[in-house]
């Protein structure tokens, strides 16, 4: 059995975790509401890793900051956060690769500032 033959995408992990919202739609009306049929236990082990991770990691503290910035309220920010790490993870999972800082594009890009050109 191959890393992740259960979940074939992040977007499946993000789901079962519960960091992604809940969209139900019936002829013109549309809800978008709080995930609650989830691994509880999942959503609040990714939710603890993300809010705590962003006081250590650039990356994870820029996209906090944005999520912040556009309105969210601290826990909609952290599961938002939580669903990036989580792309990241499933990545690492299904390639059976640890997981690298430096290989992370995002958070180089953070790190090393651009070079100017000309």
Not at 17 to 29: D, F, H, I, K, Y
Request: net charge positive; charged share 15%.
């Amino acid at each position: 059995m191959t890393a992740g033959a259960g979940l074939p995408t992040a977007a499946s992990l993000a789901g079962l975790a519960g960091v992604t919202p809940s969209t139900r739609q019936s002829g013109n009306t549309r809800i978008v509401a709080f995930r609650w049929a989830v691994d509880k236990h999942l959503r609040n082990a990714v939710c603890n890793f993300a809010g705590d991770s962003r006081l250590s990691n650039p990356w994870a503290a820029d996209l906090y900051r944005q999520a912040r910035a556009r309105g969210k309220k601290h826990n909609h920010a952290v599961r938002i956060l939580a669903r990036a790490w989580l792309t990241v993870i499933w990545k690492c999972w299904t390639t059976n690769t640890p997981y690298n800082p430096a290989e992370h594009r995002a958070l180089q890009n953070l790190l090393t500032p651009p070079q100017p050109t000309g």
